[in-house]
């Protein structure tokens, strides 16, 4: 699996646009790009998935450079509940029975 | 979306004893769930993977004969803690994908906060 780096932290205001990076270095011709946001004291939610170039959803869009070394999560005027761990990991999505890896995400903390 | 529930949401239980916590797929056939540690403040750390009809398999440091998995059927993953004490306390979660659906589009349960005194 590819190691993934995020900030650690990052801060907003409400209505602001927030984008978050991940490197991703060493990432597989086979590897998708997704990304899972965690509130206190639940499990985790699946966000977005990406192969390349920009995938686009009711929550968020996902921007992949065409040599997918990095993936940047985009969240679109965001509000006090946005504010969570926010996490992305990179893998084959087709590895039946295999786990999901978190690394430390980034904790996103949104004021107003 | 597939719904993964937990059972119970929080246990407080004695040193000594031991836990259960049950992790069910409320709409969709899981063969496989996995299972996650998380302290405070820390991410989730993979502790074993869940097969239907068969044994768990167990990262490395995590003692199998304490935390006993059984996944009878195709909907219902168990976690037993066994002889808890002070530093079992944690949050638990699990969770499955889809059969047949992609590995990395997983439904997480909503968690199972232990505190053993």
């Known amino acids: 699996l590819a190691k993934t780096t995020q900030p650690v932290s990052m801060d907003s205001y409400e209505g602001q646009e927030v984008n978050i990076t991940c490197s991703h270095n060493n990432i597989a011709t086979n590897d998708y790009i997704t990304w899972y946001q965690q509130f206190p004291s639940q499990g985790p939610r699946f966000i977005i998935q990406g192969y390349k170039t920009k995938v686009t959803n009711e929550v968020a869009s996902l921007f992949i450079p065409a040599d997918r070394k990095s993936s940047t999560l985009s969240l679109p005027r965001v509000s006090l509940s946005d504010t969570a761990v926010y996490y992305c990991?990179?893998?084959?999505?087709?590895?039946?029975?295999?786990?999901?890896?978190f690394g430390k995400g980034t904790t996103l903390s949104v004021s107003s | 979306g597939a719904v993964v529930s937990q059972h119970p949401s929080r246990v407080i239980c004695k040193s000594g004893t031991s836990v259960k916590i049950e992790c069910r797929s409320l709409d969709f056939q899981a063969t496989t769930m996995f299972w996650y540690r998380q302290f405070p403040k820390q991410s989730l750390m993979l502790m074993a993977t869940s097969n239907e009809g068969s044994k768990a398999t167990y990262e490395q440091g995590v003692e199998k004969d304490k935390f006993l998995i059984n996944h009878a059927s195709l909907t219902l993953s168990t976690l037993t803690v066994t002889s808890a004490h002070p530093e079992d306390s944690s949050f638990y979660i699990c969770s499955s994908r889809i059969r047949g659906g992609p590995y990395n589009e997983q439904f997480f349960g909503p968690g199972t906060r232990l505190t053993v005194l």
């Open positions: 990991l990179v893998g084959d999505t087709y590895q039946a029975g295999t786990a999901l890896i």
